[in-house]
């Protein structure tokens, strides 16, 4: 039961371009949402949230847009950079239940 | 402010044994959940524990069992194990339930040979 789908297992950009990265989720019940950086050997770390009153969320580089009537998360990275290369997990939440994607392999070039 | 702790770090078990895996949550959360990492798989929502209850379960079955205690410290048993159970096992602890930000520890990676 995927509630939470990250379709591209991977995504490679080349330092100073834009990353975007996309979650899609099912369900419509969702009003939570996050992101996480996740390093080898290492637990994921939070990165940037997004109520499901907001459409957009900035945090310096980073940037989270909401599209609640398609379902749609999208994480926007400017400019990218070689410390950026991680897995990306979106999660999506409600009450006490949270979700997770699998999860995209960001891979910024130098 | 010291992060969220998980011991043992690594562990090797043989099927049909069983494990107990333990977690310190950050001082003053009350949270903790806990996650199952599988290549491909991404993370696996296992259960969540609040003031010592379980709030929430996920889909996995009853050899997965869980507990918090009065000082929210936490630990997660899996008995009988079984060669699927091998897994980056992650403990995330956050002020409260639901939609509070989680804070992750770096993991238990148990193998079962």
């Known amino acids: 039961d995927q509630q939470v789908k990250q379709n591209s297992p991977s995504l490679s950009v080349q330092e100073g371009r834009i990353s975007i990265l996309n979650c899609d989720y099912t369900n419509s019940m969702f009003d939570y949402f996050l992101w996480y950086k996740k390093y080898p050997a290492e637990g994921p770390t939070f990165l940037i949230s997004i109520s499901s009153i907001k459409d957009k969320n900035e945090d310096g580089r980073f940037t989270v847009f909401l599209n609640k009537s398609a379902k749609h998360l999208s994480l926007h990275i400017v400019p990218s950079q070689p410390g950026d290369s991680a897995v990306y997990f979106c999660?999506?939440?409600?009450?006490?239940?949270?979700?997770f994607g699998a999860g995209t392999r960001l891979t910024v070039k130098p | 402010k010291a992060g969220v702790t998980q011991t043992p770090r690594y562990l090797i078990k043989t099927r049909g044994q069983q494990v107990t895996l333990s977690c310190s949550p950050i001082s003053g959360h009350r949270s903790v959940s806990w996650y199952q990492q599988t290549p491909g798989q991404g993370l696996q929502f296992l259960f969540e524990y609040f003031s010592e209850t379980q709030r929430n379960k996920g889909n996995f079955p009853g050899r997965f069992s869980g507990r918090q205690f009065s000082n929210s410290r936490s630990e997660m048993n899996v008995s009988t194990l079984e060669l699927g159970d091998s897994a980056l096992y992650l403990c995330?602890?956050?002020?409260?339930?639901?939609?509070?930000?989680?804070?992750f520890g770096p993991g238990t990676r148990l193998t079962v040979t």
């Open positions: 995330a602890s956050s002020r409260g339930t639901g939609t509070y930000e989680q804070y």
């Open positions: 999660a999506a939440s409600v009450d006490n239940d949270m979700r």
